[in-house]
T-cell receptor, first 113, second 112 residues
Framework: QKEVEQDPGPLSVPEGAIVSLNCTYSNSAFQYFMWYRQYSRKGPELLMYTYSSGNKEDGRFTAQVDKSSKYISLFIRDSQPSDSATYLCAMSPLTSGNEKLTFGTGTRLTIIP | DAGVTQSPTHLIKTRGQQVTLRCSPKSGHDTVSWYQQALGQGPQFIFQYYEEEERQRGNFPDRFSGHQFPNYSSELNVNALLLGDSALYLC???????????FGPGTRLLVL
């Protein structure tokens, strides 16, 4: 079983819709949770970064972490064609000696104009 | 402010050869990590360098080695290349070992 599970999609939604992307994980040591956006043939770009449980909002993006369920989500409101990309969840204990990021496989998202 | 930069952008090698990839971290960042991303997969952690030493290593063979220089830039070396080493190699930097990581554009390696 992988430490981080993410539905690879592909996911297609019409422009303006609310998008929900999710990951589950099995390692209780994970404390820091990140979402990256990756356009084709480019490096991952950091979108959201949260610590422990709770919600964090940044413009059209909202990240949610539920540590009791080992479940994280990213919501995109008023989706735009420019949001079409692969979205990667990543997490880490970020404790001394263990700072590596563990990624999901990524969800490929297409926003249809 | 320049972000993380990597060179070269693309590289083609044959099996058995050796390759060196280079990374310059974002200004003010002293920690560099390397990841391998196969097609259709998430990045996999190779190793992390801090203060010119390898601090943590993922499940990669000894053919993968690295170095960090006093100016915090880093190199990834892969010896005895295999077809399965074909991937996007990503460098990430962070301002502190306990901060999140910012990625460069990657080097796409093709092994024939």
């Amino acid at each position: 079983q992988k430490e981080v599970e993410q539905d690879p999609g592909p996911l297609s939604v019409p422009e303006g819709a609310i998008v929900s992307l999710n990951c589950t994980y099995s390692n209780s040591a994970f404390q820091y949770f990140m979402w990256y956006r990756q356009y084709s043939r480019k490096g991952p770009e950091l979108l959201m970064y949260t610590y422990s449980s709770g919600n964090k909002e940044d413009g059209r993006f909202t990240a949610q972490v539920d540590k009791s369920s080992k479940y994280i989500s990213l919501f995109i409101r008023d989706s735009q064609p420019s949001d079409s990309a692969t979205y990667l969840c990543a997490m880490s204990p970020l404790t001394s000696g263990n700072e590596k990021l563990t990624f999901g496989t990524g969800t490929r998202l297409t926003i249809i104009p | 402010d320049a972000g993380v930069t990597q060179s070269p952008t693309h590289l083609i090698k044959t099996r058995g050869q050796q390759v060196t990839l280079r990374c310059s971290p974002k200004s003010g960042h002293d920690t560099v990590s390397w990841y391998q991303q196969a097609l259709g997969q998430g990045p996999q952690f190779i190793f992390q360098y801090y203060e010119e030493e390898e601090r943590q290593r993922g499940n990669f063979p000894d053919r993968f080695s690295g170095h960090q220089f006093p100016n915090y830039s880093s190199e990834l070396n892969v010896n005895a290349l295999l077809l399965g080493d074909s991937a996007l190699y990503l460098c990430a930097s962070s301002p502190d070992r306990r901060e999140t990581q910012y990625f460069g554009p990657g080097t796409r390696l093709l092994v024939l």
